[in-house]
């Protein structure tokens, strides 16, 4: 059946890509792209646009997005609806567009309640607090990050991206301590449940943090620890982002 096989590969292509594999991830999208009814091409473009932001390529991620939308929404596509105003956010956000970023995930949280998608409720509002942070509202983003928190701990899910955002934002405010223990609570996460591309990220915050707070030695050793991983993805992340973008 043609249109298991493109829910199947659909799947697969998140998976991947979820995992770091970025180029499979494209190829598995590829082949659900071809498998798939007509009424169900906006899902492909907006996990195309997602895969598209992550290499940079913002402009052509946001026009796969509004050639989503609306077929989207005629299709009564809630659940994909929900995904496409995350990740778009995330774009309006890099973009400096604030305001558009926080309706699209207002409209996506209001979509999550309302179907009781526990984790992508989890999800939309640790994306929430981070814009607020980019906004500068430092108390509304750690009140954010909190619920976000509760969330994912009562659906026993990992922290990840969550601890590393909160560092930031703890930093920021010069919550010294508690930067840094919040830092090496995400190191150990990301190592432990999240994307190896992300374990060089989360050592950076250890060591922004660590220093901040007058550990040199311990900076030290993460920046170290953080290039290393970083040289090790280089190679193939920058093939695989380039392949991606073209």
């Not at 052509?60 to 299709?75: C, G, I, S, T």
């Not at 909160?166 to 840094?180: D, G, N, Q, S």
């Amino acid at each position: 059946d043609a249109a298991l096989e493109a829910d199947i590969e659909l799947t697969l292509s998140g998976s991947l890509a979820t995992g770091g594999d970025l180029d499979a991830a494209v190829e598995a999208l590829d082949r659900a792209e071809i498998r798939m009814a007509e009424s169900h091409l906006p899902r492909a473009w907006t996990q195309r646009g997602a895969f598209i932001a992550r290499s940079g390529n913002f402009e052509r991620a946001l026009r796969l997005f509004a050639d989503a939308e609306p077929k989207l929404v005629a299709n009564a596509d809630d659940v994909w609806l929900l995904r496409l105003l995350s990740n778009r956010a995330l774009v309006e956000a890099y973009g400096g567009k604030m305001q558009e970023a926080e309706a699209d995930l207002r409209r996506a949280l209001s979509i999550g309640r309302s179907l009781g998608l526990r984790a992508d409720v989890a999800d939309t509002t640790h994306n929430l607090g981070w814009v607020r942070s980019r906004q500068g509202d430092i108390v509304g983003a750690i009140d954010l990050f909190d619920e976000a928190e509760a969330r994912l701990n009562a659906l026993d899910y990992p922290l990840n991206e969550l601890l590393v955002d909160r560092a930031e934002v703890l930093l920021t405010a010069r919550l010294l301590a508690e930067a840094t223990k919040t830092a090496a609570r995400a190191v150990e996460e990301v190592q432990a449940h999240g994307n190896p591309i992300d374990v060089p990220e989360a050592w950076i915050m250890y060591a922004r943090a660590a220093l901040a707070a007058g550990h040199a030695d311990e900076a030290s050793l993460a920046a170290a620890t953080a290039f290393e991983g970083f040289v090790g993805l280089d190679a193939d992340q920058t093939e695989q982002t380039n392949s991606i973008a073209a």
